[in-house]
């Protein structure tokens, strides 16, 4: 194939030795976009460019996919390793496709190719992760890959004091993710009292103690960056957090009641021995009284 007539194909998910030959392959006819994380940053070579992106995030994984006529999206998804991790990897590859549908439905694609394993490996819901990248509204190829290609995903060292979290919750019927995320704070407010406060100023949520003038955490809900079935506030400031990078996201999988909370890029204020044993289980706990409290009243 002659090089101007070459289709750009842009892929997530490319990982080791397996995620190499898949790329060497498709760039014997296409000219290739590597979408990875800065701590998996690959040289370039011929016919294949890496680009950097947060694949959690719609808005950077839309600007990764700008020039591409393909979207490839390769399972199992290889992922940085953050300094703690409250996550499952299941958990973390639907998000990803997630996000990955929803930024090939703003741009021009026409198509998702999805490759997954064929046949069942450890630790993983390839059927799920499908089903997010059928709701692009874009049309999905499935191609099965043989085992020899495919690799269990590595988990490169954490550069970053960085907190990753997805808890799995179940909504009540015909509820969905900006229900949750409301209710979670109105919730918290309650499950909290007396101690802990939860107080609304316009699209700014303020999470405080009795015991402090300041808050603990500010989030700000984000109009602009949520969408239907997905809605994310940022972190933005509070006694607790250490920068503004962070995020809270409620996101509902598709065709069911099961939303994902997840919690990415936060660094906490806490010295790390201290954030370890004590703000990091408060938070598991408080997302498991949060999970009880739904199923009851669902």
Known sequence: MKQRNR?????IGASGTPGDKVLARLARNYKVIRLC???NMEQNSKNISTQQCDLFNVDSIISGL???DLAVFLYPVEFPAVRLSQALLPDMAVLAADSF???VRETRIGKIIYMKPNGWIP???PAEVEKALGT????????PLPSSLIEIPTIFPASTGAVRSIQRVRLPRGKGAK???FYYTKWLNRIGSPLIKTEWHGNFCRVRTVLLSRPLLTLHYSEENSFPGRSIYR?????????????LEFCQLPSSNHCLIAIHEYQPSLPWFVYKYSQAIIHLLVMKLFKRHLERIT
């Open 7 to 11: 289709l750009t194909v842009a892929v």
């Open 37 to 39: 994380n800065s701590q």
């Open 66 to 68: 700008q020039g591409a």
């Open 101 to 103: 549908a929803r930024a």
């Open 123 to 125: 630790s993983g819901n």
């Open 136 to 143: 692009s509204g874009v049309p999905v190829k499935t191609i």
């Open 179 to 181: 229900w949750a995320a």
């Open 235 to 247: 972190i933005a400031g509070g006694l607790l957090a250490a920068n503004l990078a962070g995020r």
